[in-house]
């Protein structure tokens, strides 16, 4: 019996390889004594990526592999969430930082041999859902407020080309120093805090650049919750506690309020601030605040080392 591949393929991620190339080269050798079906999707827009991976789950594919940088991940994920249609990440982007906290190769060869190995390790992941499960948005890695946004909004096509996924380090202190705080009110799974913050970020994988660079070492999107951040301001004491949960020196300080890098966990999240904020989803714009997110456990298949 064949399997039905779906390669969708997002042509201007932050890599330059020749991407075709490497899928006729593995997908079609006869070597594999594999018997696939396989077909590409192009994207050019948004809409796409999504798109293309609904009408193949709707098909039966076997598995679908995502090209592209992050969002293009999340958003095929977004449309494969609750269905048995595997998701194979092949890292195009520029920071690839679900590949990177799953451990899946970064070479595009290795990746495309991983994603349609039969015998590939297969496990559900949780995701964040805005909005009902119907008609929600999902998302892998993370949704930040505030200063988040402004770090993605702030690393340009041309800086990340210029200095790759350097130009969101770069982006990230200019928001750092000039980002003007917010006050929050946070419900987490029904319980209110309230503090100034120059960012809230809603976490389910930890991984914000490469290096091993992540915003805390326990953020797990196996064990069923959510991980909220809140960077209060810009002066040593944050900016010392950032680092030092990036470097994994530290775990940021859980449930106080007061803490410089303070963190909670939770199964569902509403976020109001005042003024209103600007929201980021995987690397892409996402409206502005008020936010309610929900953590769906296991909710897509991912192919994995």
Partial sequence: MSRRVVVVVNPSAGKDEPILNVLSDVLGSEERGDDFEWDVRVTTCAEDAPRFAREAREAGAWRVLAYGGDGTVSAVADALAGGETAL?????????????????????RDA???????????EAID???????????????????????????????????????????????????????????????????????LAVICANIGRIGRGGITIAQSVDPTDGEMDVFAIRDANPASILAVGASVLGLA???????????????????????????DVQGDGEPFGTTPLDIELEPAAVRLVLP
């Avoid at 194979?88 to 070479?107: C, F, K, R, S, Y």
């Avoid at 999902?138 to 200095?163: H, P, Q, T, V, Y």
């Avoid at 199964?267 to 005042?274: D, L």
């Fill in 112 to 122: 495309v041999l991983l994603a349609v190995d039969p015998g590939a390790r297969v």
């Fill in 127 to 197: 995701c964040l859902r805005v909005g009902p499960p119907e008609s929600g948005r999902r998302f892998l890695l993370r949704l930040g407020i505030g200063a988040d946004a402004g770090m993605i909004d702030g690393a340009s096509r041309e800086a990340k080309d210029r200095l790759g996924w350097l130009a969101y380090l770069v982006s990230a202190w200019d928001q750092m120093v000039h980002h003007d705080p917010a006050q929050y009110t946070v419900e987490l799974d029904g319980r209110k805090v309230e503090f100034e913050a």
């Fill in 88 to 108: 194979g990440i092949l890292p195009g982007g520029t920071g690839n930082a679900v590949a990177q906290d799953l451990g899946v190769p970064l070479e595009l």
């Fill in 251 to 277: 775990e940021p300080g859980d449930l106080d309020p007061d803490a410089p890098l303070v963190r909670w966990r939770a199964r569902r999240v509403k976020i109001s601030s005042e003024p209103a904020r």
